[in-house]
T-cell receptor, first 111, second 114 residues
Framework: GQQVMQIPQYQHVQEGEDFTTYCNSSTTLSNIQWYKQRPGGHPVFLIQLVKSGEVKKQKRLTFQFGEAKKNSSLHITATQTTDVGTYFC???????????FGAGTRLAVHP | NAGVMQNPRHLVRRRGQEARLRCSPM?????VYWYRQLPEEGLKFMVYLQKENIIDESGMPKERFSAEFPKEGPSILRIQQVVRGDSAAYFC????????????FGPGTRLTVL
């Protein structure tokens, strides 16, 4: 079945350093979504990427969707303590509504 | 517009009891998804429902687990004869009926089986 792999599992950074998490799918995706879950909280939608090679920015966050639509990345520039949490990618294949989530990357930011 | 509501937020059950988790989707949303999250782990898809229909239950254990989304009222995830391994956070998400959209998550139900 479809699988979505995400690395790294954990990332510890000093405040102000950059952070990147990578997502790879075993199958071509119709789109990919990114969610953030704060400790003790629930996943919150960040963004959706649909087009091959698409790049979207939200302030310090940059999201990319690979040319083959099988991989994606989230890059945070100059991390802040408010960036702490687990970042999940979630892929959708075809026109089906089911999302397959990656295992997530847990980000810790040390002041 | 209220978000996705789940209750109870915390549920404690003894082994062998039944657990009933409720989810009220956002207003206007007709698609409901249930996920299970073990401590320190990711979200595992369980089941996808539309009103009165189960669309995909490929992530549901074959025994003891069932889900429904009736015409009226919330979606229910039911776990019969709970075991310690069922202890987890159960999240419900909803999405609108048209298009392929983001999922809005509820606050989750933390189930603890003693």
């Amino acid at each position: 079945g479809q699988q979505v792999m995400q690395i790294p599992q954990y990332q510890h950074v000093q405040e102000g350093e950059d952070f990147t998490t990578y997502c790879n799918s075993s199958t071509t995706l119709s789109n990919i979504q990114w969610y953030k879950q704060r400790p003790g909280g629930h996943p919150v939608f960040l963004i959706q990427l649909v087009k091959s090679g698409e790049v979207k920015k939200q302030k310090r966050l940059t999201f990319q969707f690979g040319e083959a639509k099988k991989n994606s990345s989230l890059h945070i520039t100059a991390t802040q303590t408010t960036d702490v949490g687990t970042y999940f990618c979630a892929g959708r294949a075809g026109g089906y509504n089911k999302l397959i989530f990656g295992a997530g990357t847990r980000l810790a930011v040390h002041p | 517009n209220a978000g996705v509501m789940q209750n109870p937020r915390h549920l404690v059950r003894r082994r062998g009891q039944e657990a009933r988790l409720r989810c009220s989707p956002m207003k206007g949303h007709s698609h409901v998804y249930w996920y299970r999250q073990l401590p320190e782990e990711g979200l595992k898809f369980m089941v996808y429902l539309q009103k009165e229909n189960i669309i995909d239950e490929s992530g549901m254990p074959k025994e003891r687990f069932s889900a429904e989304f009736p015409k009226e009222g919330p979606s229910i995830l039911r776990i019969q004869q709970v075991v310690r391994g069922d202890s987890a956070a159960y999240f419900c998400a909803s999405s609108p009926p048209s298009g392929i959209n983001e999922q809005f998550f509820g606050p989750g139900t933390r189930l603890t089986v003693l």
